[in-house]
């Protein structure tokens, strides 16, 4: 598996304590969710501009988790948003990523209440991802950057409709013994393209 080398960075576990922790359960008793007020904020509240960045841009992916949802970079956390209460959100980056002289995250806000404060991480996303090219090119985590890629190409790319397959979770652990990289349904027709979870919002 990917976190298999002993002198892995505190990115990297915190990357992999957080896929342990969203796993959902085979007989469920935890499942991945998000409330109504949440999807409601990412359709059509304060959240929605996120969503349509990711979009737009074939380098990020959107994860719904439970409670939370994970915004990926070259596999790795770009952004995780996780519900205080309704309407509010916080804002977590982790800063191990950075390098010693940034001082990027005292500028964002570690809570979202507003659209404001949401177009304030955006504006800053190209500097993260920088931040996190630099560390990437020291920690190469191949695997990772991988399988974001299947997920997007399967999923919201240009081809996406003729694809064999739509990618419906990753990092799957059934706490039965087994552990999956990425779940996907069949696409025998070109019609379930309609149900696609993007499409939701």
């Known amino acids: 598996m990917r976190y298999a080398d002993n002198e892995e960075s505190s990115a990297t576990r915190q990357d992999s304590e957080e896929e342990r922790h969203v796993m ?3 007989n469920g008793k935890e499942s991945r969710g998000l ?6 904020d990412l359709g059509k509240g304060h959240l929605s501009s996120l969503v349509d960045l990711v979009k737009r841009d074939s380098s ?10 994970n915004v990926y970079y070259r596999g790795g956390n770009l952004l995780r948003l996780e519900e205080i209460k309704e309407h509010v959100y916080s804002a977590f980056f982790d800063k191990n990523y950075l390098s010693s002289n940034s001082s990027i995250l005292n500028e964002l806000p570690h809570e979202i209440h507003s659209a404001s404060e949401v177009d304030r991480w955006r504006a800053n996303f190209p500097a993260l991802k ?9 920690n190469p985590k191949a695997e990772r950057e991988f399988q974001q890629i299947v997920v997007w ?12 397959y739509f990618i419906v ?31 939701y919002f």
């Open 169 to 199: 979770d990753i990092e799957y652990d059934n706490k039965r013994g087994g552990r999956f990289n990425m779940v996907a349904i069949r696409n025998f027709s070109a019609s379930l393209t309609s149900s696609r979870l993007h499409d």
């Open 153 to 164: 190409e399967n999923n919201d790319s240009s081809i996406a409709n003729y694809t064999d």
């Open 35 to 40: 409330s109504s007020k949440f999807i409601e």
């Open 60 to 69: 990020l992916s959107l994860e719904m988790r439970n409670g939370y949802i």
């Open 24 to 26: 959902s359960s085979a």
């Open 130 to 138: 920088v931040e996190m090219d630099q560390w990437f090119s020291n």
